[in-house]
């Protein structure tokens, strides 16, 4: 069974467009998070929700919109897509990441965007 | 000055062989403190947490130095299978009580028959 899935797994686009990448993990967990990881393999936090709330949001530009319509799924919708955005894309979740305490992440398997 | 960094590599070792890491952070109020593991092309995995009286996982061991604000993860008799990035990963606060991971670039490492 998968724990934490993604889709798509491969995205290619062209600038411009508007894309939305999907995640749903199946743990029963509480927090979901976005993390970009660029070309250098630089991986770094973008958002995070816990229980369909906005805990975590990064400087990142005002294209990206993550949506959580319930505590199992987090989207991210990607407008006005550039260059730049081309990168693998991770969601991950943990059980609660509101408890001041670490709590183990899971990863997704990673949308990799490439934007032409 | 990156928040963790680590020697990218490539470490190129035979198998049998015994190789550590290094990272440093930079922010002394960091609370947590993770070695995580990511296979190429996939999604980084837990490989253990880190204490500051060392942890040792069977061949792996982890060490934490606050004072200067350095992790260590020592391999020993590495295998082919342990090929990978290694991620050091601290986690600092982002307001509240929530926290945030903050990896380091990772370091590759290539175990050679």
């Known amino acids: 069974d998968t724990a934490v899935s993604q889709t798509p797994k491969y995205l290619v686009t062209q600038m411009g467009n508007d894309k939305s990448i999907k995640c749903e993990q199946n743990l029963g967990h509480d927090t979901m998070y976005w993390y970009k990881q660029d070309s250098k393999k630089f991986l770094k936090i973008m958002f995070s929700y816990n229980n369909k709330e906005l805990i975590i949001n990064e400087t990142v530009p005002n294209r990206f919109s993550p949506k959580s319509p319930d505590k199992a799924h987090l989207n991210l919708h990607i407008n006005s897509l550039e260059l730049g955005d081309s990168a693998v894309y991770f969601c991950?979740?943990?059980?609660?990441?509101?408890?001041?305490?670490?709590?183990?992440?899971?990863f997704g398997p990673g949308t990799r965007l490439t934007v032409l | 000055r990156k928040e963790v960094e680590q020697d990218p590599g490539p470490f190129n070792v035979p198998e049998g062989a015994t190789v550590a890491f290094n990272c440093t952070y930079s922010?002394?109020?960091?609370?947590?403190f993770f070695w995580y593991r990511q296979d190429c092309r996939k999604e980084p995995k837990l490989l253990m947490s880190v204490y500051s009286s060392g942890n040792e996982d069977g061949r792996f061991t982890a060490q934490l130095n606050r004072a200067s604000q350095y992790i260590s993860l020592l391999i020993r008799d590495s295998k082919l299978s342990d090929s990978a990035t290694y991620l050091c990963?601290?986690?600092?606060?982002?307001?509240?009580?929530?926290?945030?991971?903050?990896f380091g670039t990772g370091t590759l490492l290539a175990v050679q028959p």
């Open positions: 922010n002394s109020a960091s609370q947590s």
């Open positions: 990963v601290v986690s600092v606060n982002y307001g509240g009580a929530t926290n945030k991971l903050i």
């Open positions: 991950a979740s943990s059980q609660d990441g509101t408890l001041g305490r670490y709590n183990e992440q899971f």
